[in-house]
Protein backbone atom coordinates (compact mmCIF):
# COMPACT_ATOMS: atom_id res chain seq x y z
CA UNK A 1 0.00 0.00 0.00
CA UNK A 2 1.73 3.43 -0.91
CA UNK A 3 1.31 6.21 1.35
CA UNK A 4 2.66 9.91 1.36
CA UNK A 5 6.06 10.31 2.52
CA UNK A 6 5.25 13.59 4.37
CA UNK A 7 7.98 15.66 2.37
CA UNK A 8 7.44 19.12 2.72
CA UNK A 9 8.56 21.15 -0.07
CA UNK A 10 10.49 24.89 0.95
CA UNK A 11 11.37 26.93 -2.36
CA UNK A 12 13.61 29.80 -2.32
CA UNK A 13 14.29 29.99 1.53
CA UNK A 14 17.26 31.67 2.84
CA UNK A 15 18.89 31.34 6.47
CA UNK A 16 20.10 34.32 7.54
CA UNK A 17 21.24 33.57 11.65
CA UNK A 18 22.72 30.93 13.37
CA UNK A 19 20.96 27.74 13.85
CA UNK A 20 21.11 25.32 16.63
CA UNK A 21 19.26 21.96 17.37
CA UNK A 22 16.73 22.34 14.85
CA UNK A 23 15.17 19.60 12.98
CA UNK A 24 14.77 19.81 9.18
CA UNK A 25 13.66 16.04 8.63
CA UNK A 26 12.16 14.69 5.29
CA UNK A 27 12.54 18.58 3.78
CA UNK A 28 12.73 18.98 -0.11
CA UNK A 29 14.89 22.37 -0.34
CA UNK A 30 14.87 24.11 -3.55
CA UNK A 31 17.13 27.13 -4.06
CA UNK A 32 18.07 27.76 -0.28
CA UNK A 33 20.55 30.32 0.52
CA UNK A 34 23.00 30.35 3.44
CA UNK A 35 25.89 32.51 3.39
CA UNK A 36 28.31 32.29 6.68
CA UNK A 37 26.08 30.69 8.63
CA UNK A 38 26.63 28.37 11.70
CA UNK A 39 25.02 24.84 12.00
CA UNK A 40 25.06 23.43 15.51
CA UNK A 41 23.52 19.80 16.04
CA UNK A 42 21.11 20.32 12.98
CA UNK A 43 19.05 17.23 11.77
CA UNK A 44 19.05 17.45 8.26
CA UNK A 45 17.77 13.56 7.74
CA UNK A 46 16.53 12.70 4.54
CA UNK A 47 16.83 15.66 3.00
CA UNK A 48 16.90 16.67 -0.15
CA UNK A 49 18.71 20.13 -1.46
CA UNK A 50 18.15 21.12 -5.11
CA UNK A 51 19.69 24.06 -6.67
CA UNK A 52 20.63 25.21 -3.06
CA UNK A 53 23.85 27.88 -2.84
CA UNK A 54 25.13 27.80 0.70
CA UNK A 55 29.09 29.08 0.84
CA UNK A 56 31.32 29.38 3.44
CA UNK A 57 28.62 28.23 6.12
CA UNK A 58 30.24 26.23 9.21
CA UNK A 59 28.18 22.65 10.31
CA UNK A 60 29.36 21.22 13.13
CA UNK A 61 27.59 17.83 14.61
CA UNK A 62 24.82 18.19 11.95
CA UNK A 63 23.43 14.86 10.53
CA UNK A 64 22.92 14.40 6.98
CA UNK A 65 21.93 10.92 6.67
CA UNK A 66 20.38 9.72 3.43
CA UNK A 67 20.53 13.23 2.08
CA UNK A 68 20.85 13.99 -1.52
CA UNK A 69 22.89 17.24 -2.97
CA UNK A 70 21.65 17.66 -6.44
CA UNK A 71 23.62 20.94 -8.64
CA UNK A 72 24.78 22.39 -5.39
CA UNK A 73 27.01 25.15 -4.15
CA UNK A 74 28.48 24.48 -0.59
CA UNK A 75 31.96 25.63 -1.66
CA UNK A 76 33.73 27.17 1.76
CA UNK A 77 31.72 25.66 3.70
CA UNK A 78 33.46 23.04 6.42
CA UNK A 79 31.92 20.31 7.95
CA UNK A 80 33.42 18.91 11.28
CA UNK A 81 31.50 16.02 13.09
CA UNK A 82 28.81 15.80 10.70
CA UNK A 83 27.25 12.26 9.85
CA UNK A 84 27.07 11.79 6.04
CA UNK A 85 25.79 7.87 5.45
CA UNK A 86 23.88 7.40 2.51
CA UNK A 87 24.42 10.72 1.61
CA UNK A 88 24.82 11.24 -2.32
CA UNK A 89 26.13 14.16 -4.61
CA UNK A 90 25.28 14.77 -7.85
CA UNK A 91 26.97 18.17 -9.85
CA UNK A 92 27.74 19.87 -6.60
CA UNK A 93 30.31 22.20 -5.64
CA UNK A 94 31.90 20.85 -2.43
CA UNK A 95 35.40 21.22 -1.18
CA UNK A 96 37.53 18.08 -1.12
CA UNK A 97 38.27 18.55 2.90
CA UNK A 98 34.93 17.07 3.42
CA UNK A 99 36.72 13.52 2.51
CA UNK A 100 38.72 13.94 5.43
CA UNK A 101 36.10 15.03 7.65
CA UNK A 102 32.68 13.43 6.78
CA UNK A 103 33.37 10.01 5.79
CA UNK A 104 31.13 7.51 7.75
CA UNK A 105 32.82 5.00 9.62
CA UNK A 106 31.96 1.91 8.72
CA UNK A 107 34.04 1.01 5.13
CA UNK A 108 31.27 -0.47 3.02
CA UNK A 109 29.86 3.32 3.76
CA UNK A 110 32.86 5.25 3.29
CA UNK A 111 33.71 3.65 -0.39
CA UNK A 112 29.61 4.43 -1.37
CA UNK A 113 30.52 7.85 0.29
CA UNK A 114 33.71 8.44 -1.69
CA UNK A 115 32.57 6.99 -4.75
CA UNK A 116 29.34 9.60 -4.53
CA UNK A 117 31.80 12.10 -4.18
CA UNK A 118 34.23 11.15 -6.90
CA UNK A 119 31.58 10.95 -9.83
CA UNK A 120 30.67 14.09 -8.48
CA UNK A 121 33.84 15.56 -9.36
CA UNK A 122 34.25 13.82 -12.11
CA UNK A 123 31.00 15.43 -13.62
CA UNK A 124 32.21 19.09 -12.27
CA UNK A 125 35.50 18.69 -14.22
CA UNK A 126 37.08 18.41 -10.46
CA UNK A 127 40.63 16.21 -11.73
CA UNK A 128 42.27 16.86 -8.35
CA UNK A 129 39.61 15.79 -5.97
CA UNK A 130 38.27 13.00 -7.75
CA UNK A 131 41.80 11.67 -7.29
CA UNK A 132 41.77 12.36 -3.78
CA UNK A 133 37.94 10.31 -4.04
CA UNK A 134 39.25 7.77 -5.54
CA UNK A 135 42.14 7.31 -3.41
CA UNK A 136 39.66 6.67 -0.10
CA UNK A 137 37.33 4.82 -2.45
CA UNK A 138 39.88 2.21 -3.18
CA UNK A 139 41.14 1.89 0.43
CA UNK A 140 37.59 1.92 1.66
CA UNK A 141 36.83 -1.15 -0.74
CA UNK A 142 40.10 -3.25 0.17
CA UNK A 143 39.59 -2.89 4.39
CA UNK A 144 35.62 -3.91 3.21
CA UNK A 145 35.68 -7.03 1.05
CA UNK A 146 39.17 -8.03 3.82
CA UNK A 147 36.50 -7.66 6.54
CA UNK A 148 34.14 -9.33 4.78
CA UNK A 149 35.66 -12.57 4.64
CA UNK A 150 37.96 -12.28 7.50
CA UNK A 151 36.29 -10.19 10.25
CA UNK A 152 34.16 -11.97 13.18
CA UNK A 153 32.16 -8.93 13.75
CA UNK A 154 28.40 -9.56 13.49
CA UNK A 155 27.28 -7.57 10.38
CA UNK A 156 29.91 -9.39 7.96
CA UNK A 157 29.67 -12.55 9.61
CA UNK A 158 25.65 -12.15 9.44
CA UNK A 159 25.81 -10.93 5.78
CA UNK A 160 28.44 -13.01 3.97
CA UNK A 161 28.40 -17.07 4.70
CA UNK A 162 29.17 -19.99 3.69
CA UNK A 163 29.32 -19.03 -0.44
CA UNK A 164 28.75 -15.57 -0.09
CA UNK A 165 32.11 -15.72 2.07
CA UNK A 166 34.62 -17.66 -0.51
CA UNK A 167 32.68 -15.79 -3.13
CA UNK A 168 34.10 -12.00 -1.50
CA UNK A 169 37.41 -13.74 -0.49
CA UNK A 170 38.04 -14.10 -4.33
CA UNK A 171 36.54 -10.67 -4.82
CA UNK A 172 39.15 -9.68 -2.68
CA UNK A 173 41.89 -11.88 -4.30
CA UNK A 174 41.33 -10.38 -7.48
CA UNK A 175 41.30 -7.02 -5.88
CA UNK A 176 44.79 -6.70 -4.46
CA UNK A 177 46.38 -8.61 -7.76
CA UNK A 178 44.96 -6.23 -9.71
CA UNK A 179 46.33 -3.32 -7.08
CA UNK A 180 49.73 -5.11 -7.24
CA UNK A 181 49.63 -5.42 -11.24
CA UNK A 182 48.11 -1.63 -11.86
CA UNK A 183 46.97 0.28 -8.59
CA UNK A 184 43.28 -0.68 -10.25
CA UNK A 185 43.99 1.50 -12.90
CA UNK A 186 45.07 4.06 -10.54
CA UNK A 187 48.71 4.05 -10.86
CA UNK A 188 51.35 4.26 -13.81
CA UNK A 189 54.34 3.19 -11.51
CA UNK A 190 52.59 0.31 -10.19
CA UNK A 191 52.50 -0.57 -13.82
CA UNK A 192 56.02 0.14 -14.88
CA UNK A 193 56.81 -2.18 -12.05
CA UNK A 194 54.63 -5.15 -13.37
CA UNK A 195 56.72 -4.43 -16.64
CA UNK A 196 59.73 -4.55 -15.14
CA UNK A 197 58.98 -7.55 -13.42
CA UNK A 198 58.00 -8.87 -16.88
CA UNK A 199 61.08 -8.19 -18.59
CA UNK A 200 63.18 -9.88 -15.69
CA UNK A 201 61.35 -13.34 -16.16
CA UNK A 202 62.00 -13.80 -20.31
CA UNK A 203 65.45 -12.42 -19.13
CA UNK A 204 65.55 -15.27 -16.55
CA UNK A 205 63.72 -17.87 -19.12
CA UNK A 206 66.58 -16.69 -21.94
CA UNK A 207 69.46 -16.86 -20.23
CA UNK A 208 68.12 -20.13 -18.55
CA UNK A 209 66.35 -21.70 -21.48
CA UNK A 210 68.56 -20.34 -23.87
CA UNK A 211 71.57 -19.67 -23.21
CA UNK A 212 74.04 -20.36 -20.74
CA UNK A 213 72.94 -19.77 -16.82
CA UNK A 214 76.82 -20.62 -15.69
CA UNK A 215 78.29 -17.13 -17.33
CA UNK A 216 76.85 -13.73 -15.72
CA UNK A 217 77.10 -12.82 -19.67
CA UNK A 218 74.36 -14.36 -20.58
CA UNK A 219 72.50 -12.55 -18.28
CA UNK A 220 73.54 -9.41 -19.38
CA UNK A 221 72.75 -10.26 -23.09
CA UNK A 222 69.15 -11.41 -22.09
CA UNK A 223 68.60 -8.59 -20.62
CA UNK A 224 69.40 -6.55 -23.33
CA UNK A 225 67.32 -8.75 -25.53
CA UNK A 226 64.48 -9.24 -23.17
CA UNK A 227 62.50 -5.19 -23.89
CA UNK A 228 62.92 -6.17 -27.92
CA UNK A 229 61.19 -9.61 -27.30
CA UNK A 230 58.40 -8.43 -24.92
CA UNK A 231 57.84 -5.83 -27.66
CA UNK A 232 57.76 -8.19 -30.62
CA UNK A 233 60.44 -6.96 -32.81
CA UNK A 234 62.87 -9.60 -31.67
CA UNK A 235 61.27 -13.46 -32.18
CA UNK A 236 64.08 -15.55 -31.69
CA UNK A 237 63.91 -19.04 -33.36
CA UNK A 238 64.44 -20.95 -30.86
CA UNK A 239 61.41 -19.53 -28.79
CA UNK A 240 58.55 -22.39 -29.07
CA UNK A 241 55.48 -20.36 -30.75
CA UNK A 242 53.26 -21.31 -27.54
CA UNK A 243 56.11 -18.83 -25.80
CA UNK A 244 55.59 -15.79 -28.16
CA UNK A 245 52.07 -16.07 -28.09
CA UNK A 246 52.03 -15.76 -24.16
CA UNK A 247 54.49 -13.10 -24.62
CA UNK A 248 52.08 -11.21 -27.00
CA UNK A 249 49.24 -11.84 -24.72
CA UNK A 250 51.01 -10.00 -21.77
CA UNK A 251 52.26 -7.43 -24.15
CA UNK A 252 48.37 -6.65 -25.17
CA UNK A 253 46.86 -6.55 -21.69
CA UNK A 254 49.88 -3.98 -20.17
CA UNK A 255 49.31 -2.05 -23.33
CA UNK A 256 45.24 -2.07 -22.75
CA UNK A 257 46.13 -1.29 -18.99
CA UNK A 258 48.34 1.49 -20.25
CA UNK A 259 45.68 2.69 -22.31
CA UNK A 260 43.13 2.52 -19.77
CA UNK A 261 45.04 4.53 -17.20
CA UNK A 262 45.61 7.59 -19.71
CA UNK A 263 41.86 7.58 -20.53
CA UNK A 264 41.02 7.65 -17.54
CA UNK A 265 43.35 10.82 -16.61
CA UNK A 266 41.99 12.85 -19.33
CA UNK A 267 38.19 11.91 -18.47
CA UNK A 268 38.68 13.18 -15.34
CA UNK A 269 39.63 16.73 -16.95
Known amino acids: MIKDSGREKLSDKKFDSPV ?4 FINKLFERLVALKVEFKNVDF ?5 DAAYIRNCSFEDCDFTGCRFVNCNLAGSSFNGCKFDYATFDKTHIDNDILEAGCPGPENLKLKFARSLRLNYQQIGDAKSANKAITIELQATEDHLHKAWKSKESYYRKKYKDINRLK ?8 KLLDLIWGNGESTWKLCRAVLVVLLIITGVHAIGFGDPSLVKSYFEALLVSPQVFLGTLEPSAYPKLYLTAILLVRLIMFGFFMSIIIKRFNRR
Do not use: A, D, P, T
Not at 168 to 175: A, R, T
Open 20 to 23: NKEK
Open 168 to 175: VFGEWIEF
Open 45 to 49: RYCIF
